[in-house]
Protein backbone atom coordinates (compact mmCIF):
# COMPACT_ATOMS: atom_id res chain seq x y z
CA UNK A 1 0.00 0.00 0.00
CA UNK A 2 1.26 3.75 -0.59
CA UNK A 3 1.95 5.82 1.69
CA UNK A 4 0.14 8.88 1.80
CA UNK A 5 2.24 11.82 2.62
CA UNK A 6 1.21 15.68 3.36
CA UNK A 7 4.81 17.60 2.33
CA UNK A 8 2.42 20.19 0.14
CA UNK A 9 -1.14 20.81 -1.71
CA UNK A 10 -0.04 19.05 -4.59
CA UNK A 11 0.58 15.42 -2.74
CA UNK A 12 -2.87 15.20 -2.94
CA UNK A 13 -3.40 17.71 -6.27
CA UNK A 14 -6.68 19.59 -6.81
CA UNK A 15 -9.07 16.21 -6.71
CA UNK A 16 -7.93 15.30 -2.92
CA UNK A 17 -8.05 18.97 -1.75
CA UNK A 18 -11.30 19.32 -2.46
CA UNK A 19 -12.36 15.97 -1.08
CA UNK A 20 -9.99 17.62 2.02
CA UNK A 21 -12.15 20.63 2.10
CA UNK A 22 -15.73 18.83 1.59
CA UNK A 23 -14.97 16.53 4.48
CA UNK A 24 -13.84 19.22 6.61
CA UNK A 25 -17.15 21.22 6.00
CA UNK A 26 -19.45 18.70 6.56
CA UNK A 27 -17.46 17.64 9.82
CA UNK A 28 -17.33 20.80 11.22
CA UNK A 29 -21.06 21.10 10.54
CA UNK A 30 -21.85 17.75 12.40
CA UNK A 31 -20.46 18.88 15.45
CA UNK A 32 -21.05 22.20 16.26
CA UNK A 33 -23.32 21.30 19.17
CA UNK A 34 -20.60 18.89 20.80
CA UNK A 35 -17.94 20.07 23.39
CA UNK A 36 -14.64 20.37 22.28
CA UNK A 37 -13.15 17.85 23.50
CA UNK A 38 -15.70 15.37 22.84
CA UNK A 39 -15.12 12.27 19.96
CA UNK A 40 -16.72 12.69 16.36
CA UNK A 41 -19.85 10.17 16.75
CA UNK A 42 -18.11 8.06 14.24
CA UNK A 43 -14.62 8.14 15.78
CA UNK A 44 -12.78 7.22 12.01
CA UNK A 45 -9.49 7.20 14.12
CA UNK A 46 -9.93 5.09 17.18
CA UNK A 47 -6.95 3.71 18.54
CA UNK A 48 -3.84 5.85 15.96
CA UNK A 49 -1.57 8.12 17.46
CA UNK A 50 0.06 11.10 15.73
CA UNK A 51 3.46 12.18 16.40
CA UNK A 52 4.55 16.00 16.43
CA UNK A 53 7.85 17.21 16.31
CA UNK A 54 8.10 20.88 16.70
CA UNK A 55 11.79 22.04 16.03
CA UNK A 56 9.82 25.47 15.67
CA UNK A 57 7.08 27.03 18.41
CA UNK A 58 3.90 27.14 17.86
CA UNK A 59 0.23 27.84 19.12
CA UNK A 60 -2.10 27.07 16.50
CA UNK A 61 -0.40 23.84 14.70
CA UNK A 62 0.01 22.39 18.04
CA UNK A 63 -3.14 22.73 19.80
CA UNK A 64 -5.36 22.11 16.41
CA UNK A 65 -3.07 18.96 15.22
CA UNK A 66 -3.98 17.37 19.40
CA UNK A 67 -7.20 18.59 19.06
CA UNK A 68 -7.61 17.00 15.46
CA UNK A 69 -6.63 13.75 16.68
CA UNK A 70 -8.71 13.82 19.87
CA UNK A 71 -12.18 14.68 18.30
CA UNK A 72 -11.09 11.45 15.63
CA UNK A 73 -11.10 9.69 18.19
CA UNK A 74 -7.38 9.26 18.16
CA UNK A 75 -4.34 10.79 20.24
CA UNK A 76 -1.12 12.70 19.84
CA UNK A 77 2.29 13.32 21.65
CA UNK A 78 4.45 16.36 21.42
CA UNK A 79 8.65 15.77 21.07
CA UNK A 80 10.55 19.07 20.89
CA UNK A 81 14.44 19.51 20.64
CA UNK A 82 14.57 20.37 24.04
CA UNK A 83 13.07 17.39 25.43
CA UNK A 84 14.15 14.21 22.76
CA UNK A 85 17.21 13.30 20.99
CA UNK A 86 16.65 15.43 18.33
CA UNK A 87 18.17 18.34 19.98
CA UNK A 88 21.12 16.04 21.00
CA UNK A 89 22.29 14.73 17.71
CA UNK A 90 19.89 11.83 16.27
CA UNK A 91 19.68 11.89 12.88
CA UNK A 92 16.06 12.93 11.56
CA UNK A 93 16.33 9.55 9.40
CA UNK A 94 16.77 7.57 12.60
CA UNK A 95 14.01 9.34 14.44
CA UNK A 96 11.57 8.58 11.34
CA UNK A 97 12.49 5.18 11.99
CA UNK A 98 12.03 4.65 15.48
CA UNK A 99 8.73 7.18 15.65
CA UNK A 100 7.68 5.21 12.53
CA UNK A 101 7.71 2.01 15.01
CA UNK A 102 5.37 3.87 17.84
CA UNK A 103 2.95 5.89 16.12
CA UNK A 104 0.73 5.95 13.26
CA UNK A 105 1.54 9.01 11.49
CA UNK A 106 4.05 12.09 11.78
CA UNK A 107 3.65 15.74 11.49
CA UNK A 108 6.67 18.00 11.36
CA UNK A 109 7.28 21.62 12.39
CA UNK A 110 10.74 22.59 11.00
CA UNK A 111 13.04 25.51 9.76
CA UNK A 112 14.42 23.64 6.82
CA UNK A 113 12.03 21.63 4.14
CA UNK A 114 14.90 19.19 4.05
CA UNK A 115 14.69 17.63 6.89
CA UNK A 116 10.88 17.08 6.21
CA UNK A 117 12.05 15.59 2.70
CA UNK A 118 14.29 13.18 5.16
CA UNK A 119 11.91 12.33 7.71
CA UNK A 120 9.67 11.24 4.26
CA UNK A 121 12.51 8.98 2.84
CA UNK A 122 12.73 7.25 5.95
CA UNK A 123 9.53 6.85 7.68
CA UNK A 124 7.06 3.68 7.28
CA UNK A 125 3.87 5.80 8.13
CA UNK A 126 2.62 8.97 6.49
CA UNK A 127 4.54 12.42 7.11
CA UNK A 128 2.55 15.83 7.38
CA UNK A 129 3.85 18.87 6.79
CA UNK A 130 3.24 21.39 9.67
CA UNK A 131 5.50 24.25 8.48
CA UNK A 132 8.78 24.60 6.65
CA UNK A 133 10.90 27.69 5.81
CA UNK A 134 9.34 26.99 2.00
CA UNK A 135 5.66 25.68 2.20
CA UNK A 136 2.74 25.91 4.55
CA UNK A 137 0.17 23.61 3.35
CA UNK A 138 -1.84 23.40 5.99
CA UNK A 139 -2.92 26.97 6.84
CA UNK A 140 -4.05 27.32 3.02
CA UNK A 141 -6.62 24.73 3.51
CA UNK A 142 -7.44 26.51 6.16
CA UNK A 143 -7.83 29.13 4.42
CA UNK A 144 -9.17 27.70 1.38
CA UNK A 145 -12.15 26.58 4.08
CA UNK A 146 -12.80 29.76 5.34
CA UNK A 147 -13.35 30.93 1.44
CA UNK A 148 -15.09 28.25 0.57
CA UNK A 149 -17.62 29.25 3.74
CA UNK A 150 -17.66 32.56 2.75
CA UNK A 151 -20.04 31.24 -0.54
CA UNK A 152 -16.77 32.21 -3.25
CA UNK A 153 -16.18 29.75 -5.50
CA UNK A 154 -12.51 29.33 -5.64
CA UNK A 155 -11.93 29.31 -9.63
CA UNK A 156 -11.62 32.87 -11.07
CA UNK A 157 -11.09 34.63 -7.52
CA UNK A 158 -7.99 37.27 -7.48
CA UNK A 159 -6.79 37.15 -3.96
CA UNK A 160 -4.01 39.89 -3.23
CA UNK A 161 -0.88 39.38 -0.96
CA UNK A 162 0.98 42.30 0.35
CA UNK A 163 4.53 42.05 2.24
CA UNK A 164 6.97 39.27 2.69
CA UNK A 165 7.18 36.27 0.11
CA UNK A 166 7.34 33.78 2.55
CA UNK A 167 6.69 30.22 2.79
CA UNK A 168 2.83 31.06 3.57
CA UNK A 169 2.39 32.60 -0.32
CA UNK A 170 4.51 30.15 -2.02
CA UNK A 171 1.68 27.83 -0.57
CA UNK A 172 -0.81 30.33 -1.60
CA UNK A 173 0.65 30.40 -5.09
CA UNK A 174 0.43 26.32 -5.53
CA UNK A 175 -3.27 26.78 -4.52
CA UNK A 176 -3.95 29.10 -7.45
CA UNK A 177 -2.41 26.64 -9.73
CA UNK A 178 -4.19 23.82 -8.44
CA UNK A 179 -8.10 25.71 -8.40
CA UNK A 180 -7.45 27.94 -11.08
CA UNK A 181 -7.44 31.38 -9.06
CA UNK A 182 -5.01 34.44 -9.70
CA UNK A 183 -2.59 35.82 -7.41
CA UNK A 184 -1.18 39.38 -7.43
CA UNK A 185 1.38 39.43 -5.02
CA UNK A 186 3.03 42.78 -3.71
CA UNK A 187 6.50 42.50 -2.35
CA UNK A 188 8.94 44.96 -1.93
CA UNK A 189 12.19 44.49 -3.83
CA UNK A 190 14.01 42.04 -2.66
CA UNK A 191 11.29 40.32 -0.68
CA UNK A 192 10.01 38.27 -3.79
CA UNK A 193 8.73 34.62 -3.54
CA UNK A 194 10.54 31.78 -4.93
CA UNK A 195 10.17 32.19 -8.65
CA UNK A 196 9.96 28.65 -8.73
CA UNK A 197 6.69 28.43 -7.05
CA UNK A 198 4.82 31.08 -9.37
CA UNK A 199 6.73 29.40 -12.52
CA UNK A 200 5.22 26.46 -11.50
CA UNK A 201 1.44 27.60 -10.83
CA UNK A 202 1.36 29.48 -14.06
CA UNK A 203 2.31 26.70 -15.97
CA UNK A 204 -1.09 25.06 -14.49
CA UNK A 205 -2.81 28.33 -15.36
CA UNK A 206 -2.05 28.34 -18.99
CA UNK A 207 -5.19 28.47 -20.87
CA UNK A 208 -7.01 30.01 -18.20
CA UNK A 209 -7.52 34.23 -17.10
CA UNK A 210 -6.09 33.32 -13.74
CA UNK A 211 -2.45 33.90 -13.24
CA UNK A 212 0.17 34.77 -10.69
CA UNK A 213 2.23 38.14 -10.68
CA UNK A 214 4.34 40.00 -8.40
CA UNK A 215 4.35 44.03 -8.22
CA UNK A 216 5.78 46.54 -6.31
CA UNK A 217 2.46 48.85 -6.35
CA UNK A 218 0.28 48.05 -3.24
CA UNK A 219 -2.53 50.21 -5.14
CA UNK A 220 -2.48 47.60 -7.96
CA UNK A 221 -2.42 44.32 -6.19
CA UNK A 222 -5.46 44.89 -3.89
CA UNK A 223 -7.54 46.69 -6.42
CA UNK A 224 -10.78 44.68 -7.09
CA UNK A 225 -9.49 41.74 -5.15
CA UNK A 226 -11.50 39.15 -3.19
CA UNK A 227 -9.13 37.65 -0.78
CA UNK A 228 -7.00 39.80 0.65
CA UNK A 229 -3.54 37.85 2.91
CA UNK A 230 -0.57 39.25 4.39
CA UNK A 231 1.39 37.80 7.51
CA UNK A 232 4.27 38.98 10.29
CA UNK A 233 6.78 40.74 8.40
CA UNK A 234 9.23 39.81 11.17
CA UNK A 235 10.04 36.39 12.06
CA UNK A 236 11.41 35.63 15.60
CA UNK A 237 15.00 36.40 15.43
CA UNK A 238 15.53 37.88 12.16
CA UNK A 239 18.27 39.55 11.12
CA UNK A 240 18.22 43.11 9.69
CA UNK A 241 14.37 43.86 11.29
CA UNK A 242 14.25 47.88 10.84
CA UNK A 243 15.63 47.33 7.20
CA UNK A 244 12.59 45.00 6.58
CA UNK A 245 10.22 47.03 8.62
CA UNK A 246 11.14 49.73 6.22
CA UNK A 247 10.68 48.08 3.24
CA UNK A 248 7.34 46.58 4.01
CA UNK A 249 5.43 49.43 5.44
CA UNK A 250 4.43 50.96 2.17
CA UNK A 251 2.55 47.38 1.96
CA UNK A 252 0.86 47.79 5.18
CA UNK A 253 -3.23 46.64 5.04
CA UNK A 254 -4.76 49.68 5.98
CA UNK A 255 -8.34 50.84 5.99
CA UNK A 256 -7.70 53.03 3.35
CA UNK A 257 -5.93 49.84 1.37
CA UNK A 258 -8.93 47.46 2.39
CA UNK A 259 -11.34 49.74 0.66
CA UNK A 260 -9.65 50.05 -2.80
CA UNK A 261 -10.54 45.64 -2.77
CA UNK A 262 -13.98 44.41 -3.73
CA UNK A 263 -16.97 45.42 -1.67
CA UNK A 264 -17.24 41.47 -0.62
CA UNK A 265 -13.70 40.94 -0.11
CA UNK A 266 -12.41 39.37 3.28
CA UNK A 267 -9.41 39.59 5.05
CA UNK A 268 -7.17 36.79 5.83
CA UNK A 269 -3.61 36.23 8.24
CA UNK A 270 -2.55 33.40 9.12
CA UNK A 271 -1.30 35.07 13.24
CA UNK A 272 0.27 35.43 14.96
CA UNK A 273 -0.54 39.07 13.95
CA UNK A 274 2.22 42.28 14.87
CA UNK A 275 -1.30 44.78 14.75
CA UNK A 276 0.38 47.73 13.80
CA UNK A 277 3.15 46.76 11.56
CA UNK A 278 1.80 44.42 8.63
CA UNK A 279 -2.17 45.61 9.47
CA UNK A 280 -3.55 47.86 11.28
CA UNK A 281 -6.09 47.25 14.30
CA UNK A 282 -9.28 48.35 12.57
CA UNK A 283 -8.48 45.79 9.45
CA UNK A 284 -7.91 43.15 11.19
CA UNK A 285 -10.68 43.86 14.04
CA UNK A 286 -12.67 44.98 11.37
CA UNK A 287 -16.35 43.66 9.22
CA UNK A 288 -13.98 42.21 6.49
CA UNK A 289 -11.59 40.03 8.62
CA UNK A 290 -12.34 36.60 9.13
CA UNK A 291 -9.07 35.78 11.24
CA UNK A 292 -10.81 34.21 14.05
CA UNK A 293 -13.13 31.29 11.51
CA UNK A 294 -9.35 31.06 9.38
CA UNK A 295 -7.63 29.98 12.72
CA UNK A 296 -10.55 27.84 13.78
CA UNK A 297 -10.52 25.99 10.35
CA UNK A 298 -7.22 25.00 11.32
CA UNK A 299 -8.73 22.32 13.39
CA UNK A 300 -10.96 21.03 10.60
CA UNK A 301 -8.58 21.44 7.99
CA UNK A 302 -5.80 18.91 10.04
CA UNK A 303 -8.62 16.68 10.54
CA UNK A 304 -9.35 15.82 7.44
CA UNK A 305 -5.73 16.22 6.37
CA UNK A 306 -5.14 13.33 8.65
CA UNK A 307 -8.18 11.00 7.19
CA UNK A 308 -6.52 11.87 3.54
CA UNK A 309 -3.39 10.25 4.59
CA UNK A 310 -5.11 7.22 6.15
CA UNK A 311 -7.27 6.79 2.63
CA UNK A 312 -9.93 7.42 4.39
CA UNK A 313 -10.94 10.26 1.93
CA UNK A 314 -10.16 11.49 -1.80
Not at 82 to 108: P, W
Not at 197 to 204: E, I, P, S
Amino acid sequence: MTIRHFRDLSDAGADGIAAILDDALTRKRARAHLPKGAPDPDAPLAGHTLAMVFEKSSTRTRVSFDMAMRQLGGSALILDSGTSQLGRGETVADTARVLSGFCDAIMVRTDDHAKLDEMVEYATVPVINGLTDASHPCQIVADLLAVVEEGKSLPGLKWAWLGDGNNVLHSIIEAAGLFKFSVMAGCPEGYDPDPRWAAAANALLEGTNARVDIDRDPHRVIAGADVVVTDTWISMGQAHAEEKLAAMMPYQVTEALMAEADGQAIFLHCLPAHREEEVVTAVIDGPQSRIWREAENRLHAQKSIIRWCFGQIG
